[in-house]
Protein backbone atom coordinates (compact mmCIF):
# COMPACT_ATOMS: atom_id res chain seq x y z
CA UNK A 1 0.00 0.00 0.00
CA UNK A 2 1.50 3.24 -1.15
CA UNK A 3 1.96 6.52 1.10
CA UNK A 4 0.40 8.69 -1.72
CA UNK A 5 -3.67 8.57 -1.71
CA UNK A 6 -4.75 6.52 -4.51
CA UNK A 7 -5.36 7.90 -7.95
CA UNK A 8 -7.44 6.58 -10.64
CA UNK A 9 -6.52 3.87 -13.24
CA UNK A 10 -6.42 5.28 -16.62
CA UNK A 11 -8.60 2.47 -17.80
CA UNK A 12 -11.28 2.83 -14.86
CA UNK A 13 -14.86 2.34 -15.60
CA UNK A 14 -16.60 5.41 -14.47
CA UNK A 15 -19.93 3.76 -14.11
CA UNK A 16 -18.58 0.98 -11.76
CA UNK A 17 -16.36 3.70 -9.86
CA UNK A 18 -19.79 4.88 -9.36
CA UNK A 19 -21.67 1.49 -8.70
CA UNK A 20 -18.28 0.77 -6.11
CA UNK A 21 -19.18 4.20 -4.55
CA UNK A 22 -22.67 4.33 -4.09
CA UNK A 23 -22.36 0.92 -2.35
CA UNK A 24 -19.76 2.03 -0.23
CA UNK A 25 -22.51 4.70 0.85
CA UNK A 26 -25.42 2.60 1.61
CA UNK A 27 -22.80 0.05 4.01
CA UNK A 28 -21.90 3.24 6.13
CA UNK A 29 -24.62 5.31 5.96
CA UNK A 30 -27.88 3.22 4.41
CA UNK A 31 -31.16 4.77 3.65
CA UNK A 32 -30.12 6.80 0.53
CA UNK A 33 -32.67 8.39 -1.78
CA UNK A 34 -31.78 8.11 -5.52
CA UNK A 35 -31.75 12.65 -5.36
CA UNK A 36 -28.89 12.37 -2.26
CA UNK A 37 -26.54 9.12 -4.57
CA UNK A 38 -26.79 11.82 -7.85
CA UNK A 39 -26.03 14.57 -5.06
CA UNK A 40 -23.22 12.86 -3.55
CA UNK A 41 -21.57 11.30 -7.31
CA UNK A 42 -21.89 14.14 -8.73
CA UNK A 43 -24.55 12.61 -11.62
CA UNK A 44 -28.06 12.56 -13.12
CA UNK A 45 -30.95 11.50 -11.00
CA UNK A 46 -31.45 8.81 -13.70
CA UNK A 47 -27.96 7.42 -13.70
CA UNK A 48 -28.24 7.33 -9.94
CA UNK A 49 -31.08 5.26 -10.34
CA UNK A 50 -29.90 3.13 -13.18
CA UNK A 51 -26.83 2.26 -10.44
CA UNK A 52 -29.22 1.40 -7.80
CA UNK A 53 -30.93 -0.85 -9.23
CA UNK A 54 -28.18 -2.16 -10.51
CA UNK A 55 -26.62 -3.37 -6.87
CA UNK A 56 -30.06 -3.99 -6.28
CA UNK A 57 -30.58 -6.88 -8.98
CA UNK A 58 -27.09 -8.15 -7.60
CA UNK A 59 -28.30 -8.06 -4.09
CA UNK A 60 -25.83 -5.05 -2.91
CA UNK A 61 -28.62 -2.89 -2.18
CA UNK A 62 -32.76 -3.17 -1.23
CA UNK A 63 -35.71 -0.93 -1.38
CA UNK A 64 -37.88 -0.50 1.02
CA UNK A 65 -41.72 1.16 0.55
CA UNK A 66 -40.40 4.73 1.01
CA UNK A 67 -38.35 4.08 -2.40
CA UNK A 68 -34.86 4.54 0.12
CA UNK A 69 -32.21 2.06 -0.71
CA UNK A 70 -30.61 0.20 2.18
CA UNK A 71 -27.51 -2.18 2.08
CA UNK A 72 -28.66 -5.76 0.25
CA UNK A 73 -27.74 -9.22 1.41
CA UNK A 74 -24.20 -9.44 0.18
CA UNK A 75 -23.28 -6.46 2.34
CA UNK A 76 -25.55 -7.54 5.14
CA UNK A 77 -22.76 -9.08 7.44
CA UNK A 78 -20.27 -6.21 7.06
CA UNK A 79 -23.49 -3.60 7.96
CA UNK A 80 -23.89 -5.56 10.66
CA UNK A 81 -20.52 -6.39 12.11
CA UNK A 82 -19.65 -2.16 11.32
CA UNK A 83 -23.12 -1.35 13.51
CA UNK A 84 -21.02 0.72 15.68
CA UNK A 85 -18.75 2.51 13.77
CA UNK A 86 -22.05 3.37 11.53
CA UNK A 87 -23.44 5.12 15.06
CA UNK A 88 -19.92 6.69 15.51
CA UNK A 89 -20.34 8.09 12.33
CA UNK A 90 -24.13 9.50 12.43
CA UNK A 91 -23.11 10.85 15.78
CA UNK A 92 -19.97 12.78 14.16
CA UNK A 93 -21.16 14.09 10.84
CA UNK A 94 -23.22 16.91 12.84
CA UNK A 95 -19.96 18.08 14.58
CA UNK A 96 -17.88 17.71 11.56
CA UNK A 97 -20.18 20.41 9.85
CA UNK A 98 -19.77 22.20 12.92
CA UNK A 99 -16.27 22.15 12.38
CA UNK A 100 -16.02 22.90 8.73
CA UNK A 101 -18.63 26.02 9.30
CA UNK A 102 -16.09 27.60 12.02
CA UNK A 103 -11.93 26.42 10.23
CA UNK A 104 -13.39 26.86 6.77
CA UNK A 105 -11.42 23.34 5.88
CA UNK A 106 -12.16 19.60 5.40
CA UNK A 107 -12.77 18.07 7.94
CA UNK A 108 -12.70 13.89 8.10
CA UNK A 109 -13.70 11.01 10.96
CA UNK A 110 -10.89 8.07 10.72
CA UNK A 111 -11.08 4.87 12.28
CA UNK A 112 -8.13 2.46 12.30
CA UNK A 113 -7.97 -1.32 11.29
CA UNK A 114 -4.63 -2.94 12.27
CA UNK A 115 -2.42 -0.55 10.27
CA UNK A 116 -4.25 0.67 8.20
CA UNK A 117 -7.06 3.61 8.75
CA UNK A 118 -9.99 3.86 7.10
CA UNK A 119 -11.89 7.53 6.31
CA UNK A 120 -15.39 6.50 7.74
CA UNK A 121 -16.88 10.32 7.02
CA UNK A 122 -16.02 13.44 5.23
CA UNK A 123 -16.85 16.87 5.17
CA UNK A 124 -15.74 19.11 2.25
CA UNK A 125 -15.46 22.84 3.06
CA UNK A 126 -16.80 25.61 0.13
CA UNK A 127 -13.41 27.06 -1.17
CA UNK A 128 -12.37 26.82 -4.26
CA UNK A 129 -9.30 25.44 -3.34
CA UNK A 130 -9.71 22.53 -0.67
CA UNK A 131 -8.69 19.07 -0.05
CA UNK A 132 -11.67 16.68 -1.48
CA UNK A 133 -13.63 14.15 0.49
CA UNK A 134 -11.65 10.94 1.66
CA UNK A 135 -14.56 8.95 2.46
CA UNK A 136 -13.47 5.28 1.90
CA UNK A 137 -10.33 5.69 1.73
CA UNK A 138 -7.70 3.33 3.22
CA UNK A 139 -4.17 4.19 4.20
CA UNK A 140 -1.48 2.98 5.84
CA UNK A 141 -2.06 4.31 9.33
CA UNK A 142 1.27 6.06 10.18
CA UNK A 143 0.34 8.15 7.22
CA UNK A 144 -2.36 9.64 8.24
CA UNK A 145 -2.71 12.38 10.84
CA UNK A 146 -5.97 10.39 12.59
CA UNK A 147 -4.15 7.08 12.21
CA UNK A 148 -1.09 8.83 13.99
CA UNK A 149 -3.54 9.69 16.52
CA UNK A 150 -4.80 6.13 17.16
CA UNK A 151 -1.13 4.62 17.22
CA UNK A 152 -0.51 7.14 20.16
CA UNK A 153 -2.79 5.08 22.08
CA UNK A 154 -1.10 1.90 22.06
CA UNK A 155 1.82 1.09 24.26
CA UNK A 156 4.87 0.12 23.24
CA UNK A 157 4.57 -3.50 23.31
CA UNK A 158 1.15 -3.08 21.10
CA UNK A 159 3.06 -0.80 18.46
CA UNK A 160 5.97 -3.66 18.69
CA UNK A 161 3.34 -6.65 17.85
CA UNK A 162 1.72 -4.49 15.05
CA UNK A 163 4.65 -3.85 13.11
CA UNK A 164 6.33 -6.77 13.80
CA UNK A 165 8.73 -7.42 10.83
CA UNK A 166 7.08 -10.24 9.90
CA UNK A 167 3.73 -9.17 9.49
CA UNK A 168 5.43 -7.06 6.92
CA UNK A 169 7.43 -10.08 5.33
CA UNK A 170 5.69 -10.31 1.81
CA UNK A 171 5.57 -6.08 2.22
CA UNK A 172 8.43 -5.16 3.39
CA UNK A 173 8.34 -1.79 1.94
CA UNK A 174 5.59 -0.70 3.77
CA UNK A 175 7.05 -1.31 6.95
CA UNK A 176 8.08 1.72 8.92
CA UNK A 177 10.99 2.65 10.45
CA UNK A 178 10.35 2.00 14.71
CA UNK A 179 12.51 3.91 16.34
CA UNK A 180 11.20 6.82 14.25
CA UNK A 181 7.80 6.11 14.67
CA UNK A 182 7.86 5.71 18.52
CA UNK A 183 9.63 8.94 18.41
CA UNK A 184 6.76 10.54 16.73
CA UNK A 185 3.97 8.84 18.45
CA UNK A 186 5.78 10.33 21.69
CA UNK A 187 5.49 13.50 20.18
CA UNK A 188 1.70 13.08 19.67
CA UNK A 189 1.23 11.79 22.68
CA UNK A 190 2.41 14.56 24.69
CA UNK A 191 0.83 17.29 22.66
CA UNK A 192 -2.27 15.42 22.14
CA UNK A 193 -2.94 16.03 18.33
CA UNK A 194 -0.93 15.03 15.56
CA UNK A 195 0.07 17.64 12.78
CA UNK A 196 0.91 15.99 9.48
CA UNK A 197 2.67 18.43 7.21
CA UNK A 198 2.59 16.47 3.47
CA UNK A 199 3.03 13.16 5.42
CA UNK A 200 0.63 11.13 3.55
CA UNK A 201 -0.18 13.64 0.61
CA UNK A 202 2.25 16.64 -0.96
CA UNK A 203 0.72 19.60 -0.63
CA UNK A 204 -1.71 19.75 2.32
CA UNK A 205 -1.77 20.23 5.67
CA UNK A 206 -3.72 18.01 8.45
CA UNK A 207 -4.55 18.42 12.23
CA UNK A 208 -5.81 15.62 14.48
CA UNK A 209 -7.32 15.12 18.23
CA UNK A 210 -8.73 11.12 18.87
CA UNK A 211 -12.18 10.76 19.65
CA UNK A 212 -12.71 8.24 22.98
CA UNK A 213 -14.84 5.98 24.53
CA UNK A 214 -16.65 5.94 27.65
CA UNK A 215 -13.46 3.69 28.99
CA UNK A 216 -10.55 6.46 27.56
CA UNK A 217 -9.73 4.53 24.52
CA UNK A 218 -9.16 6.51 21.16
CA UNK A 219 -11.69 4.68 18.84
CA UNK A 220 -11.60 7.66 15.86
CA UNK A 221 -9.69 10.09 15.04
CA UNK A 222 -11.02 13.85 14.29
CA UNK A 223 -9.44 15.93 12.13
CA UNK A 224 -8.85 18.89 9.31
CA UNK A 225 -7.11 18.96 6.20
CA UNK A 226 -6.23 22.06 4.07
CA UNK A 227 -3.52 22.98 0.96
CA UNK A 228 -0.40 23.76 2.27
CA UNK A 229 -0.36 27.56 0.81
CA UNK A 230 -2.97 28.39 3.49
CA UNK A 231 -2.05 26.55 6.79
CA UNK A 232 -0.57 29.32 9.15
CA UNK A 233 0.97 28.06 12.23
CA UNK A 234 -0.13 30.75 13.95
CA UNK A 235 -3.85 28.91 13.67
CA UNK A 236 -2.24 25.67 15.11
CA UNK A 237 -3.92 26.57 18.95
CA UNK A 238 -7.48 27.41 17.66
CA UNK A 239 -7.02 24.64 15.33
CA UNK A 240 -6.42 22.31 17.55
CA UNK A 241 -8.73 23.51 20.51
CA UNK A 242 -11.72 23.18 17.75
CA UNK A 243 -10.74 20.13 17.18
CA UNK A 244 -10.95 18.95 21.19
CA UNK A 245 -14.28 20.88 21.92
CA UNK A 246 -15.72 18.72 18.74
CA UNK A 247 -14.38 15.33 19.61
CA UNK A 248 -15.44 16.22 23.40
CA UNK A 249 -19.38 16.94 21.94
CA UNK A 250 -19.26 13.29 20.13
CA UNK A 251 -18.03 11.42 22.88
CA UNK A 252 -20.62 13.00 24.78
CA UNK A 253 -23.50 12.30 22.20
CA UNK A 254 -22.11 8.80 22.08
CA UNK A 255 -22.66 8.37 25.74
CA UNK A 256 -21.34 4.55 26.68
CA UNK A 257 -21.51 3.30 23.03
Known amino acids: M ?17 ALRAA ?3 QLEGGLSVSRVAERLGVARSTAHR ?12 QDDQRLYHPGPVLEL ?3 SQSRTSRLRAAALPHLQR ?11 TIRTGDTTRFIASVECRQALRVGSREGMVFPAHRTTAGLVLLADLDSAEVAELYDERRFAERPDERPDLPSLRAQLGRV ?10 LSERGVVAIGVPV ?12 VSMPSVRY ?10 TLHRAAGAIEAERGGD
Not at 189 to 198: E, M, S
Not at 213 to 221: C, I, K, L, P, T
Open 2 to 18: GTEPKTPPAYVVTSADH
Open 24 to 26: VML
Open 99 to 109: VVDLVGESANL
Open 232 to 241: DRHRLPTLVA
Open 51 to 62: LLQTLVYRDFAI
Open 189 to 198: RRAGFALNNG
Open 212 to 223: RDAHGAAVAGLS
Open 78 to 80: ATH
